[in-house]
């Protein structure tokens, strides 16, 4: 079958393949297709033969955690939003696709929509919702036509919809499509944005579980997640289990760039090092430097310590996350201040400015980093730099300010020499960039001529 997925979207072999392993065997645009590969498998077995608690066992064995970054236990969410008393639930599946470096959801979305529906159905059985609503980025133009038909065609054939599978199981089944910045993806504003107003983020808690679209429990739960519920309830939560780390269970999807020979998706256990991650991607281009981890609010790991693995708490000791999965690889080449400007302008800009710390500080941040690379910094940046992200951290309304200065304090704290050789002598220790007039004071430390000034 000819690729049934964007171009830009290229899945690399290695690792385990699970939720990749159908995309361009099932034809995305039939359900009949996916039924051929066992699909609705799971969602049959849960709604005939499973009670909403043994679902939620199920899943909780597994010990599956949300893959759209917070790598909160899925099974915990649905047992809150199940033990609040309403009249009505609500399932979302989160398909905003925010962060522009991460492929993995799109991926699903285009060649596998039908996966990503029977886990939403799956969640909303078990969390004792009765509507399910998938909302997708109005840019996935693709994605959008194909979960609008897979959604058709569930309802059709009663895998969704009234008295579903001839059980007393109703589950409405909708999509939405929705667009806004990075912000629009973190769950309150999803919600605010679905309920018609602006895409801003809440106060938690109440967190959506127990009061959320409307004011009533919403699950919300990211594409990957949810096609990982389907996996696990058609698969087995053993076999889940069967790969990943101690403390996370199950593959993950992560988009490996920049500076390697191959860039691509890959899904991998959880819990591989990140040296494994770059060797899958065909290996660095050049001298590897850094890792960015995360996306923009992720950080940078040296090469040095490539051996961490690719899992949630070990990259938050370390100042990354694993976000929405991806990963970033520089090399020598790439100046890591002009680096960390580029993710926290990034922020800045895809903020919504309700959080006033969050948009003057990352302005701040970036107005600080602009006067360190043009080799004028202020006698306290460096204190300025550091207070206002602590500052910013600790009174965030949502976790994009919370995080937003982490490619800042990694690489301050990992290439503390570049930021100096900035500020104190303009130049730019990686060759790459020189934003003075004035001719360094000596040339890059690389041997590499710089580049042409920047704008
Ligand atoms: C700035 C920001 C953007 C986010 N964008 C997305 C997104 O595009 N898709 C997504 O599933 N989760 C996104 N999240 C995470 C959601 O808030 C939420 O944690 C997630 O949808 C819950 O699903 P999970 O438990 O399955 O991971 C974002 C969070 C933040 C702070």
């Not at 066992?57 to 010990?63: P, T």
């Not at 020979?261 to 890959?266: D, K, R, T, V």
């Not at 990963?327 to 919504?352: G, K, Q």
């Not at 130049?427 to 360094?440: E, F, K, N």
Request: glycine share 12%; proline share 6%; net charge negative.
């Amino acid at each position: 079958m000819a690729s049934t997925i964007s171009p830009q979207i290229r899945i690399l072999p290695g690792g385990e393949h699970r939720l990749l392993t159908d995309i361009g065997r099932v034809d995305p645009r039939t359900l009949a297709s996916y039924r051929e590969r066992g699909g609705y498998g799971g969602l049959e077995r849960a709604i005939t033969r499973l009670t909403p608690d043994a679902v939620i066992g199920e899943v909780e064995a597994a010990g599956l955690r949300g893959r759209g970054g917070s790598g909160f236990l899925t099974a915990a969410k649905w047992r809150v939003a199940r033990d609040t008393q309403a009249e009505r639930r609500i399932v979302v599946a989160n398909l905003m696709g925010a962060d522009p470096s991460a492929l993995g959801d799109r991926a699903l979305a285009e060649g596998n929509p039908h996966l990503v529906v029977e886990g939403l159905l799956i969640a909303a059985y078990a969390s004792g919702a009765g509507e399910a609503i998938i909302a997708v980025r109005r840019d996935w133009t693709d994605a959008i036509e194909r979960l609008h038909n897979a959604a058709r065609e569930a309802t059709e054939s009663h895998l969704a919809g009234y008295l579903v599978l001839g059980t007393d199981t109703s589950i409405q089944l909708s999509v939405w499509e929705g667009s806004g910045a990075y912000v629009a993806g973190e769950e309150t504003a999803l919600l605010n944005a679905l309920a018609g107003d602006r895409g801003m983020p809440a106060i938690r808690p109440p967190f959506p579980a127990s009061v959320g679209l409307w004011g009533v429990p919403t699950v919300v739960q990211n594409a990957e997640t949810l096609a990982h519920v389907a996996w696990i309830l058609l698969h087995s939560a053993e076999a889940f289990r069967s790969v990943g780390s101690e403390a996370s269970r199950g593959t993950k999807l992560v988009t490996v760039m920049g500076h390697v020979a191959e860039p691509g998706l890959l899904e991998v256990p959880l819990g591989t090092p990140l040296l494994d991650l770059l060797g899958m991607a065909g290996g660095g281009t050049g001298n590897t430097k850094a890792l960015f981890v995360g996306g923009p609010g992720g950080g940078a790991i040296e090469a040095g310590g490539l051996t961490m693995p690719y899992d949630y708490e070990p990259l938050q000791e370390a100042g990354a996350i694993i976000g929405s999965g991806s990963v970033l690889v520089t090399d020598a080449a790439t100046c890591m201040v002009e680096a960390a400007r580029f993710f926290v302008d990034f922020s800045a800009r895809e903020a919504c400015g309700k959080a006033i710390p969050c948009r003057i500080g990352t302005k701040r941040l970036v107005e600080t980093l602009d006067r360190i690379l043009a080799a004028t910094p202020r006698p306290d940046d460096f204190t300025l730099l550091r207070e206002l992200s602590r500052k910013m951290s600790d009174t965030a309304l949502c976790r994009l300010e919370r995080l937003a200065p982490a490619p800042i304090l990694t690489t301050l704290d990992r290439f503390g020499d570049e930021y100096r050789a900035h500020a104190e002598r303009g130049i730019c220790l990686a060759g790459a960039c020189r934003t003075t007039d004035l001719p360094p004071l000596i040339g890059p430390l690389t041997g590499v001529e710089p580049a042409a000034p920047l704008e």
